[in-house]
C-alpha cells in the first residue's frame, strides 16, 4: 500500500496543493484530472522524489518498495540511440539491462525494433513508448504517469494501455495524470485536483466537476 498524507504545496503565495490524501494498493491505478494548471504534475513530481512539498508525507508500507516516474516531457537525450539512452540510463547495470527481464519489457513494448535509431529521428509514441520501458526496467512496485498517453495515435495508445493492464494485473500500481478518457478506462478510481483538493469523481459527470 502507498499512502500519501496531508500534502501541502505553495508556490511562493499560490497554494497549489492543499491538504491531498490518498492510498494506492498494489494492483490500483488511480485516474487524476483537473484542468490546466490544477496541480497534477506538482503532486506527481512530489511523489517521485523530485519536487519538495511544504508539509504531509508519502511512503508505501514496504519500506523497500520503488517508484519510477513517467514525466509529461520526454527524459530522453535526443542525440543518442534509444539503446545508448537505455546505457546512460543503466550505466554501471549492464546485467540488469541485459537481463531476461529487460529485454522482454523491451520486446513486449515494441521497443526493441528501434533502438538503434537516434531519438530526434523517433516519432512521439515510440519516445512514449522508450521512455516508458525506462521506467519499467526498474520493476516499479508504483508506476506516476504524466499524460502518458498525449498526442498517440489509437494503436500506440491501445498497445501502452494494454501494457499498463498487464501491469497492475501483475500487482502494480499507477497513479496517472490525463486528460485523456481512454486512460480512464484502467483505472479503479478517478480523482478530480480543483482549487487545491482532491475529490473523488465517484462515476459522476467529471467535464461537471471540472467546471463546477
Ligand atoms: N516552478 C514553478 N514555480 C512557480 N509556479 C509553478 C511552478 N511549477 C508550476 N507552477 C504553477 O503551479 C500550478 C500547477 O502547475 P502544474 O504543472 O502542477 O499543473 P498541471 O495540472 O500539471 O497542468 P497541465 O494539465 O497543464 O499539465 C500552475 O499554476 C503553475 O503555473
Request: glycine residues 10%.
Given at each position: 500500500?502507498?499512502?500519501?498524507n496531508d500534502i501541502g504545496?505553495?508556490?511562493?503565495?499560490?497554494?497549489?496543493?492543499?491538504h491531498i490524501s490518498?492510498?494506492?494498493?498494489?494492483?490500483?491505478?488511480?485516474?487524476?484530472?483537473?484542468?490546466?494548471?490544477?496541480?497534477?504534475?506538482?503532486?506527481?513530481?512530489?511523489?517521485?522524489?523530485?519536487?519538495?512539498?511544504?508539509h504531509g508525507?508519502?511512503?508505501?508500507?514496504?519500506?523497500?518498495?520503488?517508484?519510477?516516474?513517467?514525466?509529461?516531457?520526454?527524459?530522453?537525450?535526443?542525440?543518442?540511440?534509444?539503446?545508448?539512452?537505455?546505457?546512460?540510463?543503466?550505466?554501471?547495470?549492464?546485467?540488469?539491462?541485459?537481463?531476461?527481464?529487460?529485454?522482454?519489457?523491451?520486446?513486449?513494448?515494441?521497443?526493441?525494433?528501434?533502438?538503434?535509431?537516434?531519438?530526434?529521428?523517433?516519432?512521439?509514441?515510440?519516445?512514449?513508448?522508450?521512455?516508458?520501458?525506462?521506467?519499467?526496467?526498474?520493476?516499479?512496485?508504483?508506476?506516476?504517469?504524466?499524460?502518458?498517453?498525449?498526442?498517440?495515435?489509437?494503436?500506440?495508445?491501445?498497445?501502452?494501455?494494454?501494457?499498463?493492464?498487464?501491469?497492475?494485473?501483475?500487482?502494480?500500481?499507477?497513479?496517472?495524470?490525463?486528460?485523456?478518457?481512454?486512460?480512464?478506462?484502467?483505472?479503479?478510481?478517478?480523482?478530480?485536483?480543483?482549487?487545491?483538493?482532491?475529490?473523488?469523481?465517484?462515476?459522476?459527470?467529471?467535464?461537471?466537476?471540472?467546471?463546477?
Amino acid at each position: 500500500m502507498f499512502t500519501v498524507n496531508d500534502i501541502g504545496k505553495n508556490y511562493k503565495k499560490k497554494m497549489v496543493l492543499n491538504h491531498i490524501s490518498l492510498q494506492v494498493a498494489p494492483g490500483e491505478c488511480i485516474g487524476l484530472l483537473g484542468i490546466n494548471g490544477s496541480g497534477k504534475s506538482t503532486l506527481l513530481g512530489i511523489l517521485s522524489g523530485g519536487l519538495r512539498q511544504d508539509h504531509g508525507t508519502y511512503s508505501f508500507d514496504e519500506p523497500d518498495n520503488t517508484v519510477s516516474f513517467l514525466p509529461q516531457e520526454n527524459p530522453l537525450i535526443p542525440e543518442l540511440s534509444g539503446l545508448d539512452n537505455l546505457k546512460l540510463w543503466y550505466s554501471g547495470r549492464s546485467a540488469e539491462l541485459n537481463s531476461t527481464y529487460s529485454l522482454s519489457i523491451l520486446k513486449k513494448l515494441g521497443v526493441d525494433a528501434f533502438l538503434h535509431q537516434k531519438v530526434s529521428t523517433m516519432s512521439g509514441g515510440m519516445k512514449k513508448r522508450l521512455s516508458l520501458a525506462i521506467c519499467m526496467l526498474e520493476r516499479p512496485d508504483l508506476l506516476l504517469l504524466d499524460e502518458p498517453l498525449a498526442a498517440l495515435d489509437l494503436l500506440c495508445k491501445k498497445g501502452i494501455l494494454d501494457y499498463l493492464k498487464e501491469y497492475t494485473g501483475n500487482g502494480g500500481s499507477i497513479i496517472v495524470a490525463t486528460h485523456e478518457e481512454d486512460a480512464l478506462s484502467i483505472c479503479n478510481r478517478i480523482y478530480i485536483l480543483k482549487d487545491g483538493l482532491l475529490q473523488e469523481a465517484n462515476g459522476a459527470d467529471y467535464a461537471a466537476m471540472l467546471r463546477a
